[in-house]
Nanobody
Framework: VQLVESGGGLVQPGGSLRLSCAASGFTFSSYAMSWYRQAPGKERELVAGIRSGGGFTNYADSVKGRFTISRDNAKSTAYLQMNRLKPEDTAVYYC???????????WGQGTLVTVSS
């Protein structure tokens, strides 16, 4: 079971990035997925989640209207489209597979997003 994130990098405030999470080793379409982030000196926090079929999503208040989570079950990949990025979005972003109880049980290695001018 493996999750591999990509797409992080340095972006100016107001810019956009799309993160990808490639899954392998399990039936991707059977699991809800989520993105978490951890900023320097802060606790890890939930950013967004999506159910297995993609029909329901949820977001942290701080990213609502700016970030969009999606998935392509045929490609076993989850995405996080991030628009209108702010310096406070700077963090390591992690893709997670959720257990049937809704808890993150598998984590990727993380990808760093830095928002700075």
């Amino acid at each position: 079971v493996q999750l591999v994130e990509s797409g992080g990098g340095l972006v100016q405030p107001g810019g956009s990035l799309r993160l990808s999470c490639a899954a392998s080793g399990f039936t991707f379409s059977s699991y809800a997925m989520s993105w978490y982030r951890q900023a320097p000196g802060k606790e890890r926090e939930l950013v967004a989640g999506i159910r297995s079929g993609g029909g329901f999503t949820n977001y942290a208040d701080s990213v609502k209207g700016r970030f969009t989570i999606s998935r392509d079950n045929a490609k076993s990949t989850a995405y996080l489209q991030m628009n209108r990025l702010k310096p406070e979005d700077t963090a390591v972003y992690y893709c997670t597979r959720l257990s049937y109880g809704g808890r993150p049980e598998v984590w990727g290695q993380g990808t760093l997003v830095t928002v700075s001018s």
